[in-house]
């Protein structure tokens, strides 16, 4: 009798132990299979070299200028990618983020602001087309908008808490694209149509208005931080953080889209770094922008700090990138060539870097390329998103990369920009080395071989002609199926014809 009890109190405790076993296992499952948090930290206007880290073969002035020690860590512990591209100016870049579409199919083609009025400038020989100037917006059958399932709606319908912070610019003001939470973010904070704040400090309210400017680029949200010796990225990098907790809190994964003003204009010192660059030789000006980067660098390093504390910093990917080069009026991102909104180097290629736990690998250097409608596909594919995924989509998810497989590296790259606006309309196409810029005004040809000649300045068109041909026939095929507006020619009332036929045209085959 009592040795039956006893096998009885044996068994009761090995079921215990198995039953405990299971959950502890179980729970290990769920934890190894729970989504990943993903922050995209995207910068506003930061050229390739605007930083401490170096995305060229060798440092350059600008790399010994600039201090971003948390990039720098950033770099030593994850991917990065020295030939990452996005779309010359701002709002074309985030449309192709939001949905995957390269620029040409989207026809958000320049940035936009109010409703129906385009900021392109009269041109003497080309009129621009009639492009989609009031931006992204909630359905369809809006004029002058693009519609599509867009990156934090899919996120958010797989069960993520999707949070905007920071410059918008999605919409045209007065359309539903003005607010982010009409596009599928659960939170937005200080989002809207504006492309910049009106100022970037907390005692001029965010606004332009104390120097009589328009207060349409007043920054909305922030009115807690009004008269406070503040800074715009300092408050945004506090209300980012606050928002990562509550998702936390929430038990749900979360699409932190931490989108910097930053270093975008209008320029204006962040006293916690300025002195220290006029004291190293460098002017006011000069002074101001690297102030400007390394008060954005210290959000990086605040943001992954947060995620930290918050005890998710090892099942939470950073993305970091840019959405365009350069302006004009800052220090030329040499050996590139050109700046914001030109079709050159300085114009579209940007920084980026990748930090994945687990998958990225600590201090690797991608040189392979890719464009900013990858992020698209590849955040979903992170996120183990498949469903509801539009078929319009030109992106390539990058994963496969981190991954170390082998990729397409002849894959095409285009961009289009049939607008007047700062610089003449073109469309570019990049295949494997090669770069074919067409110029719409006069129809005129550069080709050049990037990897021999970072800086295009040699067109190599002339010696080889037949590389041109295949590049444009390919350009011409990219502009027909995606239905890409072109630019209308004011002498014939035409448009712009396409690469193929004004190659053909020029004699230049």
Request: hydrophobic content about 35%; some cysteine; proline content about 6%.
């Amino acid at each position: 009798m009592m040795i039956n009890k006893t096998i009885k109190a044996f068994g009761s405790i090995f079921l215990l132990i198995l039953i405990l076993n299971s959950g502890m296992l179980l729970a290990q499952t769920e934890e190894q299979e729970k989504a990943p948090n993903i922050v995209f930290f995207f910068v506003d206007d930061m050229g390739w070299q605007d930083t401490s880290l170096p995305f060229y073969k060798e440092r350059t002035k600008l790399n010994k200028q600039y201090y971003t020690p948390n990039m720098e860590k950033l770099a030593s512990e994850g991917d990065k990618f020295t030939q990452a591209y996005a779309s010359a100016v701002c709002s074309p870049s985030r449309i192709s983020l939001m949905t995957g579409m390269n620029a040409a199919r989207h026809r958000v083609t320049s940035w936009t602001l109010n409703k129906d009025k385009s900021p392109d400038h009269d041109h003497p020989v080309l009129k621009s087309p009639k492009w989609n100037l009031n931006g992204l917006t909630d359905g369809e059958g809006q004029d002058l908008t693009v519609y599509h399932s867009t990156l934090p709606q899919l996120l958010r319908e797989a069960g993520y808490e999707t949070i905007h912070v920071g410059k918008a610019h999605f919409g045209a003001k007065d359309t539903p694209g003005e607010d982010p939470r009409n596009l599928g973010f659960d939170v937005n904070i200080a989002g809207h149509a504006a492309g910049g704040p009106g100022s970037y400090h907390g005692t001029h309210n965010f606004s332009a208005v104390w120097r009589s400017g328009s207060p349409v680029w007043d920054v909305p949200g922030l009115e807690k931080y009004h008269g406070k010796d503040i800074f715009l990225t300092e408050a945004l990098t506090i209300e980012a953080n606050k928002a990562m907790a509550n998702a936390v809190d929430k038990g749900k994964p979360f699409y932190l889209y931490m989108s910097h003003y930053a270093i975008h204009a209008p320029w204006e010192k962040d006293d916690r770094f300025y002195q220290k660059y006029i004291d190293a030789g460098l002017d006011e000006f000069q002074a101001t922008y690297a102030s400007m980067i390394e008060g954005m660098d210290k959000s990086l390093g605040d943001i992954i700090n947060q995620l930290e504390k918050l005890g998710v910093k090892d099942n939470t990917i950073i993305v970091f990138m840019s959405d365009n080069g350069s302006p004009s009026q800052t220090p030329r991102n040499l050996p590139l060539r050109g700046h914001k909104i030109t079709p050159y180097e300085g114009g579209i290629r940007v920084p980026m870097i990748v930090k994945w736990p687990g998958i990225s690998q600590p201090g690797r250097v991608i040189n392979d390329y890719l464009i900013i409608e990858d992020v698209y596909p590849s955040f979903l594919e992170m996120a183990g998103v498949s469903k509801g995924i539009d078929k319009a989509v030109d992106g390539q998810s990058f994963v496969p990369l981190l991954k170390g497989e082998q990729v397409n590296d002849e894959r095409p790259l285009f961009w289009h920009y049939p607008n007047t606006y700062d610089q003449p309309p073109y469309s570019v196409v990049r295949k494997g080395d090669w770069k074919l810029i067409y110029h719409h005004v006069d129809q005129s040809f550069e080709l050049f071989n990037i990897a021999d000649d970072i800086s295009e300045a040699h067109n190599l068109l002339a010696q080889n002609p037949k590389i041109g041909k295949e590049l444009a026939k390919l350009l011409t095929q990219h502009l027909k199926k995606t239905k890409a507006q072109m630019p209308i020619i004011k002498a014939t009332g035409e448009p712009v014809p396409y690469p193929n036929s004004a190659l053909q045209r020029a004699g230049n085959l």
